[in-house]
């Protein structure tokens, strides 16, 4: 079991049942979730000491969050609580010519006015093994880049591996923000991870191949590990999904999945957990971006923003050929 | 803004959940729906004054009916008050092998017992700019082919552009009655819509494209806009959807959406509302045809009979590849 | 009208909405069902005399139960009730590469521990036409494979035709166990169905096409109809569906369903319904495999474990193009 | 067993969940129901051989209705069907000082346009032991009334009992009309049955007691039992009830119980039942008044139009203190 | 009809199902309310030229706002639309000895943050008769005191009449803020409406009777109408709802309401609404109060913010015992 | 933060929505609960550690109950893991005469076909301080009287305090048996609850009060603490609650709360918890009970069988006048 550190934002998620839109709504389901929050909760059912760290209000609505990431097994111990509010996100499903639609509610939120003060990382990091942010952290603004630096500091000093999903997102900042900001806070460390369309979006990466993409990626950032993945729109209800670790100027590539969308949200979040997932657990890189492949497909058949999936569920969809039968 | 009146029965329309059928039906999902009606909506929507022309009765079904219009936008001033019943439609979405199904209960309903002296359309049409109608009106029988052709001619007389869907309803009238009744209020309108397999099945109009249909319809009825849409069922749960205005020798045809259909119901009435709007708003033919095809595969998105979407929406898909890729 | 007896056992179905897994469920949808009382069902509501014969507890579930098989027509009168509990299955929808869940909760249901003298096949098998049982009636074990034996007998001697659908279900016992106890119930019986994977599975048969499959099951358990039915997981979403009977040397084959899966549970024990109808009601066989296939494709699309269709509605699929095309 | 008979509309009830108005009404709960229809799916479930007689259409709700009566048991072999359309009404449930609405939409029903050669009465009364209806039959008009007093004759040719529920319906006809139509069908049958107010409302009749009421019902109509119901506003969640039998100068009076009114439809139909089950079952007339008021409690705990619930429920009330204590 | 203007911040109401609490919520119905919104709406429906005033975001929730304030003809052209958030509140109901829960996320909405020149007052209280607004908007705080007094100001200048329902809320600001901000506020207005409770906790008024309370409220404000309201909790189910016209050293008394609390929101917003609907309606003073105390009773039977209730629906509740008998 | 120590079985909860029956189910909500369980998640909530110790099967069902209880920190980790099945307990809420309902599905659960090897008591009870049970796990029969003994036993060994709930349930168990078993288990221990009907239902003991009850159970079994609880079932809908500690010849008596029963269940789960977290706190004993008194009354205001309630919750019930009155 190791102890991994996960650092962003959790937010509420109201969603409108069905296909109805936003606009529609006379009910929303009540989710939680984020992108660092996705991964550690995934690592924690997976039997990881997973340690979320964010801040939160003092209010029944944080309570709810923490009791879900409780249910989990997330270490929610350095959770800093506030007296504000917490970051809600509406969506809305779409379907076929119809986009999902993701409105944030977030600014405010007593993460994004965090203070470095609010997070002691030199005693959250003690015996931890790996540390892992994404993009997001720093896109909210205000002192998370430099508390982001920070923690990435601390993390090395703790001789944490470190890994960032690079998660760009064009609703919290612009692609010259991303460029200002990111380089210094995954230069160099054990593991990015990054979309192959968010490469070429931000940093310009003209690549016709994840394996491309992923040696330009090294070039630039020179991180342990070049972590590619690929999506690719096959129609509003069918996405196909595939990654690949550049290490060593080997690649390793997972199968292809064409994946019919339940949830669009948080497989990059399960890919991400799948991959430290199979590096804690010895696992060679090949199995290693099978089995986070395999996650991030799984995920998005699953309803909310954390994948409910055993270790033993993920493998399952490894061995079979990706179909889904039934067995009775 | 232009004032654009259309004249036709709205309903409660009651579906089970999910893919229920009506005969293990629990509850129903409410909604209102209409050929004109939604036409109406979507224009009032889209910011044109749409007036809705229609007799409801004054119980608290009607009453729900009118403040759904209004949430709309939709001018209401002009409905008739009764002191019967509303029209009511049963749907169950249907999947796979099993088709949808159409229920009506819609007989005695105060619309289709309406009378000529409830509707003072030379009142109602001062100031319009186009009529629009659509085949299930005069479908209904009673005194209502004589209430559409009145509604036509004050249409006329008040220098309204006039329109027509002709959505040919089997379950209402045979093809006998319709091309009774039809010909006189189509014939030299501004622009008659009408599906490909409907020309056939109505007017015996044998055509391998849509551009032979239009040039057929418009040989029968000379329209000053010929508007032929296609759909092909590719499977239970895809539908293939393409339109074409014929117009002064010329084409203007729109793509081909493959549409993954969410509910069945409204999609001609959207694209009748997209091509109003596309004209009344001094956009070219072939900008106006896209746009309808686009708000028709939209609509084909939305549960209930409204469709619910921003011009911003419409164009957003008129840019787009039509997988609906998700922005965050 | 026949009188159609079926055994077996009935179960509570218990199913989260919509995607959601087991281990997420706040709320269950309430279904019954079990593969005879399925078949019951389907035959009752097509207008057969079908009687069911079960053990249920004395309780508000089992009353329920009863009441739901009676709102089909199922003939109840010969259903022992018992003072312990009733079986419940736990079953999740799946989807994509995640596959549907089943978790019976079936062991010691008052049917799984009932006594040979529980039933009076004498009494049952009066005027009776047809007796059908699956291979999970003695899967089920205690004294099931003994009293599935003296209701075979029974109905040898009273007349009856005999058929069984093979069932096979690997969470209930060995392929071992099923070929010791399965071969004296099925040999020389009136009709046979087993999916070709099973046949596979526990008796070996090695076949490319299910006419190969189907000539060696006539040539090991020689039934008067030796029928095969094909599946094929096309993805997570779609299978496709065949069958053929094989009868004097001849081959009679239905058309192939890609099915869009609304429900994977009940499609077989519809096929079986449709086998048993088309031929009490005088069918050729090919018009019998052809409404046995349209019946096993309506199920899938159909939520909750009894088919919900009319002969008319299997008849509509029958001469369609099996896509579901809305009629209105 | 004994065959009892009853005849009446049965409709669609629609509901808006919880406290929601119609007029908010964003889905609605399915349940069937009608008066005599109520009566005799209590009398099917409690083990008689009750019989509804009635005229529903030929399509799916229609079809639902007759599958949900045969789940209480209740023959509905007797049923004719039409090709029109099935009354609905629409219930929204109260509270406090909003009263309970009901809006029916129940013209033009099938049953309100019956013919009497829909019905074949002399078949139908074969072997029958009672007769009930409510006054709300013969006020749907058309020729309602004719046909009721066809039944109540033909019931009388057979040596039936006839028992009346008079159930006064101030929004299906005038106390006026009820007076000119009712006092033949009542005249002399055996049990009639009235409300306090009601007797008062249409009949004039002034009395300070239910005593005092049930003797001037006897002067007027002398039937076989004069039953007089009583019904106490206490506020908008709770009303009392009590009930008496006048019979051969004696009284026979039930206790009063104070409801918390869950579902405010039907209470009198479950009285009616119960009376009829009192008697038909050789109970003395003070156990036939209790049973039917503690059935009349019992049905408001209720929701949805029909009892459900068995003789050993009521029972548990009869002895209960009324206050339904929790047994575990 | 008279043109009554309101202002004041309306939200999202976010509230579980039944009595769920807050850090139960799977789900979430969705209203839209705040105190002048919910007057404005009653108006509007009964019949009034009712104007919101508010500033709402440019979002799928702020257009969502203001369909629901159009269903109910509330005019909405001259909200101010930003790009910011939405207010949000969350209630759960509670029971027994539970309490209601208000949980706010109201900060930093759009509203909150308005700046003077976001509304046009000369120009929206042109043609007006009435002001309305509530202690709720300068109980924001930021600039809100200011335009309130702006407000204020310019209904004066424009001739209306002014009302306001002091509406503390301990959760926004201190009595001594109160004590600061409100005099200015509502020195001299025609209507101050205010809780026999509020009275003493921010004012110190001691007062037995509403009468005693309302001679000494006239006496420190000098309003044309001093309007007492008084509540009783009876228990966590049973409120009691009295209020009180003071005007010309006369009283002018409602009857007193026993409420089974169906919704504890909005029957102070009704009231509100009732008196003002009673005053342009030229109804006596007695009358005012009379209706206005019986909208308040109405709106606690209501879920959600807006009381859905026609004149008439008040009327008959004026008319009733006030326990909500059932017409049939 | 005190060690405190349950064992027991937790069961599925299945109910229906609303009032409805166990037999109209069409869907259940899903909790999870059972005595001890109910205590330990009270008492974990409030920031002790509370383990519980339990069988449950390795299936998702199983995996679900065990996320509910770390949800609320519940330390789980001496669950012990079985191959069967896990309880169940279908209730239906009851309303005016009719009686909630309880049906048991718990035979051949894993929790009651457990060995004794099955618990490690001496490693559990390392450092515990209290360890509590209720009568219902000895009344599960099998080995389960047997390993209650042990565990008292060996928490005798270790030191801890031990409470007791007698929890008579007439479905498990006769009077008998109880009085055969439960002695043993309840002399000599620091505090037993017992209801004051089931201490005359099992003991025969005749009390007009709780004082008197107290006394006689003292005499009876001298357990520290004497803890007597009362209901009186005012209606179907309102109970009564009190309780008592008789200690050292004192009384400190509770007040009597009134309730609206929201939840029937886990009431009495809630004061054993309420008593022990007054008494490991450190309250003086009439504290403790009105706590514990107040606990109660809060959980049949909360739907599930865990109170979801801070202590501060409880604390604002105990100094409020018990009536629920909303704070905004």
Redesign the interface.
Known sequence: MSKIVTFGEIMMR?QP??????????????YFGGSEANTAAALAQWGEKAVFVTKLPV???G??CI??L????VDTSYIDRGN???G?Y?TEK??????????Y?R??SDFSLAQPEDFDFEKIFQGADWFHFSGITPALGGNLPAITKAAVAAARRAGCKISCDFNY???LWSTEEARRVMPELITDIDALIINHNQANEVFDIEADTLEEAAKKIHALFHPGLSVITGRK?????VNEFSSLIYYDKKFFKSRT??????D?IGGGDAFSAGLIYGIVNDKNLQEAVDFAA?AA??K?????DFI??AVS?IR??MR?????????
Chains 1, 2, 3, 4, 5, 6 share one sequence.
């Open positions: 109201l049942p069905s296909y109805k839109r936003l606009i529609q709504a006379e009910s929303f389901s009540v209010n029944d609505l309570e709810a009791r879900n409780k249910s989990f097994d504000g509010r917490m809600v509406y779409g379907g076929s010519q119809r986009p999902p639609q993701v409105l509610d600014q405010y997102r064009s609703k729109t096959v129609s509003g209800e999945y064409s994946i019919f969308m339940i669009k395999a497909a799984y998005h058949t699953i309803e909310g409910t999936a569920d399952w969809v079979s050929d990706g179909k889904g039968r039934m067995v009775r």
